[in-house]
T-cell receptor
């Protein structure tokens, strides 16, 4: 059974650019959630995808968008990058959207300069 | 929105000592989860609690789901150097499976 994998592990982008982060969910898990973790803080919920539809969204602007594919993998897209977008972006998968523990990938460290 | 207060913020202990940390919430949660995060890594699930009053152990770790459903604690017995890291509590409410995280407890174990 494979765990949650994210790519890339590190990324440096310039303010105003766009970025796409990728996540492969754990085998058997159909729900993927994305979190942003700023340095020294706990992860903050961005949004969740279930059956290729957005199923809940946190307090993030529309320039944060996502996709889920039929194989349950997911992408997080961020447009018009700002310096404050620099953070560790975490993907988590779970077997059901309503209950069940979430298992995290190793994260993508995004630095915006 | 929901807020989780996690304490203490940091702990410095000697190897072999027991550790206790807790989380309190202004809102009810249906699930409490405890994670450990090492630098540059994603959080790793330690214990999941699904029922008010539930007490669950995982090796030297014990966690409880508070009876009011607004709090949870994690105990680590006989700490060892590899217990070093940041411990996060997370609550899952009725609105879906989004997790609300505490601010973390930084644990340092001196050998």
């Amino acid at each position: 059974e494979t765990g949650v994998t994210q790519s890339p592990t590190h990324l440096i982008k310039t303010r105003g650019q766009q970025v796409t982060l990728r996540c492969s969910s754990q085998s058997g898990h159909n729900t993927v959630s994305w979190y942003q973790q700023a340095l020294g803080q706990g992860p903050q919920f961005i949004f969740q995808y279930y059956r290729e539809e957005e199923n809940g969204r946190g307090n993030f602007p529309p320039r944060f968008s996502g996709l889920q594919f039929p194989n349950y993998s997911s992408e997080l897209n961020v447009n018009a990058l700002e310096l404050d977008d620099s953070a560790l972006y975490l993907c988590a998968s779970s077997p059901l959207p309503i209950a069940g523990a979430a298992f995290f990938g190793q994260g993508t460290r995004l630095t915006v300069v | 929105g929901q807020q989780l207060n996690q304490s203490p913020q940091s702990m410095f202990i000697q190897e072999g000592e027991d550790v206790s940390m807790n989380c309190t919430s202004s809102s009810i949660f249906n699930t409490w989860l405890w994670y450990k995060q090492d630098p540059g890594e994603g959080p790793v699930l330690l214990i999941a609690l699904y029922k008010a009053g539930e007490l669950t152990s995982n090796g030297r770790l014990t966690a409880q789901f508070g009876i009011t459903r607004k709090d949870s604690f994690l105990n680590i017995s006989a700490s060892i150097p590899s217990d070093v890291g940041i411990y996060f509590c997370a609550g899952q409410g009725r609105s879906g499976s989004r997790l609300t995280f505490g601010e973390g407890t930084q644990l340092t174990v001196n050998p």
